[in-house]
């Protein structure tokens, strides 16, 4: 079975600070990997997409970066906080339907 | 552009009582939509509850069906009789099989009342 390990659970951070969130694939192989963000009381936007190794696609602008150094493992980061990322970030992946890892509860103060 | 309305950001619902949580899309990019509902439990991860791919059919899971309707562009959430353990926040979403791309609505919590 496949599974979807995000981390950290949760994350307290000053702005300007820099930020990296990862998200771990396990039982899938080339997966493709998606990043979403929901802001308070907002929808879940997709912020990005992999599907291989090195290649990252970015679907909405938001002063974030992700990189896929490994077949199995989608990061997200930044090198300056801003209030506005605070929020709840899922990593999911894809097969017949969209599967989604716990998520990462970011606080900017 | 492609989009999902939940009109009801919260619901409050007695146990036993029946449930419709609607939601619309509009999307000028997918030719063939799909549509899901996903859901969160209390301290538990988003799943999918149900996913339909081809108009006028209808999805079910755990009580809860949805019929993707081409006409009214809607997927409206029902289950005839809710129990307590349905409390969760409920989300509709619209998506495209051949690019991965997923939109989602807002959100409707639900809330059912003993």
């Known amino acids: 079975a496949q599974t979807i390990h995000q981390w950290p659970v949760a994350e307290i951070k000053a702005v300007g600070s820099p930020l990296s969130l990862g998200c771990t694939i396990k039982g899938k192989s080339s997966p493709n990997l998606y990043w979403y963000w929901q802001a308070t009381g907002g929808t879940l936007q997709q912020l990005f997409y992999s599907i291989t190794v090195g290649q990252v696609e970015s679907v909405v602008q938001l002063n974030l970066s992700a990189s896929r150094p490994k077949d199995d493992q989608f990061i997200l980061s930044t090198e300056k906080l801003l209030l506005s990322h605070s929020g709840f970030y899922l990593c999911?992946?894809?097969?017949?339907?969209?599967?989604f890892g716990p998520g990462t509860r970011l606080t900017v103060l | 552009g492609d989009s999902v309305t939940q009109t009801e950001g919260q619901v409050t619902v007695s146990e036993s009582k029946s449930l419709i949580i609607n939601c619309t899309y509009s999307t000028t990019s997918i030719a063939y939509p799909n549509l899901f509902w996903y859901v969160r439990y209390p301290g538990e991860g988003l799943q999918l509850l149900l996913k339909v791919i081809t108009a006028g059919q209808k999805g079910s899971s755990r009580g809860f069906e949805a019929t993707y309707n081409k006409e009214t562009t809607s997927f409206h959430l029902q289950k005839a009789s809710v129990q307590e353990s349905d409390s969760a926040v409920y989300y509709c979403?619209?998506?495209?099989?051949?690019?991965?791309?997923?939109?989602f609505g807002t959100g409707t919590r639900l809330q059912v009342s003993p």
């Open positions: 999911a992946w894809t097969g017949f339907e969209q599967f």
């Open positions: 979403a619209l998506g495209d099989s051949n690019t991965d791309k997923v939109v």
